[in-house]
């Protein structure tokens, strides 16, 4: 019992945490640019002559990043509200004021902005494409219209983000539902999927903090506005979203008819578990479609241990890219499509891997 007291202290300390880093993101954000500024005061006066533009340009990210700040005060407002107010007990003994923020937390912000823009944004959509649309059209092709009744099919998307994933094949008419554990991502995600009702409501700036590779500053500026659509599924169709560890949250074997990854299963400590895991919880018949690179996250941690594993690659995909950068990153992704045996023989070990199951 005191172990479960002391984890829901420790989950609600992180999550003020969290919301404290996102409120810090004004202050640290031009905390970053007076240091430039600093550093462009120490030069000599003709150097600065030569710099003015540059001066400008520094006043202008301070107005984009204004901007960026503008909008999370929106989303935290609804925050508190996404796990039933669990984490929001007026008898708590912390205050964000004491937990403070996240070392790391200023770059997790930075990224839900770029991850607004591949999801949610116009200018996201070939990203989309490259990356959703693969997965997408195998779902498509293994459940047609015509032979499924699509709301019986269930299908999970572990990693889901800030959820156009699983809204997509939500909306085609499946029983969908998207996994997150970042806390930065479900925030934001709720805020999108549940109180966003206007296309193109509200304009970031998602590269504004990558000073690098900019041929001009311009370019560092770019904008998008979200979302492009309306996030709401078709009335028959069936979306959700859940909070938590994959491993943790799925444990029932035989549940699912497909799991779909997407730059997901690099993301493990140990690669073969999450196999494992996706192995039991599908049905049998029940097919993997993964799609992504091999970045493994927790390779350079220590004290974590790694298991890995080798794959064909074959889809070409990009990542959160500003396609005005000098520098252009592109993964040649792993795509891959797997299905549970529906049957394994006891006896001489043969496996029958029919797709004609019951939906």
Same mark, same amino acid.
């Given at each position: 019992?005191?172990?479960?007291?002391?984890?829901?202290?420790?989950?609600?300390?992180?999550?003020?945490?969290v919301?404290s880093?996102?409120?810090?993101?004004?202050?640290?954000?031009?905390?970053?640019?007076?240091?430039?500024?600093?550093?462009?005061?120490?030069?000599?006066?003709?150097h600065?002559?030569w710099?003015?533009k540059?001066?400008?340009?520094?006043?202008?990210?301070?107005k984009?990043?204004?901007?960026?700040?503008?909008?999370?005060?929106?989303? !935290?407002?609804?925050?508190?509200?996404?796990?039933?107010?669990?984490y929001?007990?007026?008898?708590?003994?912390?205050?964000e004021?004491?937990?403070?923020?996240?070392?790391?937390?200023?770059?997790?912000v930075?990224?839900?902005?770029?991850?607004?823009?591949?999801?949610?944004?116009? !200018?996201?959509?070939?990203?989309?494409?490259?990356?959703?649309?693969?997965i997408?059209?195998?779902?498509?092709a293994?459940?047609?219209?015509?032979?499924?009744?699509?709301?019986?099919?269930?299908?999970?998307?572990?990693?889901?983000?800030?959820?156009?994933?699983?809204?997509?094949?939500?909306?085609?008419?499946?029983?969908?539902?998207?996994?997150?554990?970042?806390?930065?991502?479900?925030?934001?995600?709720?805020?999108?999927?549940?109180?966003?009702?206007?296309?193109?409501?509200?304009?970031?700036?998602?590269w504004?903090?990558?000073?690098?590779?900019?041929? /001009?500053?311009?370019?560092?500026?770019?904008?998008?506005?979200?979302?492009d659509?309306?996030?709401?599924?078709?009335? @028959?169709? /069936?979306?959700?979203?859940?909070?938590?560890d994959? !491993?943790?949250?799925?444990?029932?074997?035989?549940?699912?008819?497909c799991?779909?990854?997407?730059?997901?299963?690099?993301c493990?400590?140990?690669?073969v578990?999450?196999?494992?895991?996706i192995?039991?919880? !599908?049905?049998?018949?029940?097919?993997w479609?993964?799609?992504?690179?091999? *970045?493994?996250?927790?390779?350079?941690?220590?004290? @974590?241990?790694k298991?890995?594993?080798?794959f064909?690659?074959?889809? /070409?995909?990009k990542?959160?890219?500003?396609?005005?950068?000098? *520098?252009?990153?592109?993964?040649?992704?792993?795509?891959?499509?797997?299905?549970?045996?529906?049957?394994?023989?006891?006896?001489?070990?043969?496996?029958?891997f029919?797709?004609?199951?019951?939906?």
């Amino acid at each position: 019992m005191n172990s479960e007291i002391n984890g829901a202290k420790e989950e609600r300390v992180y999550f003020l945490s969290v919301l404290s880093t996102f409120k810090s993101y004004r202050d640290q954000s031009l905390l970053r640019i007076r240091h430039k500024e600093k550093c462009l005061d120490t030069l000599p006066r003709h150097h600065k002559n030569w710099l003015i533009k540059y001066t400008e340009d520094l006043e202008s990210f301070k107005k984009c990043i204004e901007k960026n700040s503008e909008f999370l005060p929106i989303v !935290l407002k609804h925050a508190h509200t996404i796990f039933d107010n669990v984490y929001c007990n007026d008898g708590a003994s912390h205050s964000e004021q004491e937990v403070g923020t996240l070392s790391e937390g200023l770059d997790k912000v930075q990224s839900v902005f770029k991850q607004l823009m591949r999801d949610w944004s116009t !200018l996201g959509a070939a990203e989309r494409k490259q990356c959703y649309g693969p997965i997408i059209d195998e779902i498509f092709a293994n459940f047609p219209e015509d032979k499924f009744d699509r709301t019986n099919i269930s299908i999970l998307v572990p990693g889901a983000g800030l959820g156009r994933l699983a809204f997509e094949i939500a909306s085609k008419g499946f029983s969908c539902q998207g996994n997150e554990f970042n806390l930065f991502m479900l925030i934001v995600s709720y805020f999108v999927l549940n109180l966003c009702k206007v296309v193109d409501e509200y304009e970031i700036f998602p590269w504004i903090h990558q000073y690098c590779n900019n041929i /001009k500053a311009e370019d560092q500026m770019t904008s998008v506005r979200f979302p492009d659509v309306i996030p709401k599924p078709t009335p @028959e169709s /069936k979306f959700s979203m859940t909070a938590g560890d994959f !491993l943790e949250v799925y444990t029932n074997s035989d549940e699912w008819h497909c799991v779909a990854t997407c730059f997901f299963i690099d993301c493990a400590p140990n690669v073969v578990q999450f196999i494992e895991t996706i192995y039991k919880i !599908l049905r049998p018949g029940g097919l993997w479609i993964n799609l992504g690179p091999l *970045l493994y996250h927790y390779s350079d941690m220590k004290n @974590e241990k790694k298991c890995r594993t080798q794959f064909s690659s074959s889809v /070409k995909t990009k990542y959160c890219q500003n396609p005005k950068s000098m *520098l252009q990153y592109e993964y040649d992704s792993v795509f891959f499509v797997c299905r549970k045996p529906i049957d394994v023989d006891p006896v001489n070990g043969t496996q029958d891997f029919s797709n004609d199951y019951s939906a």
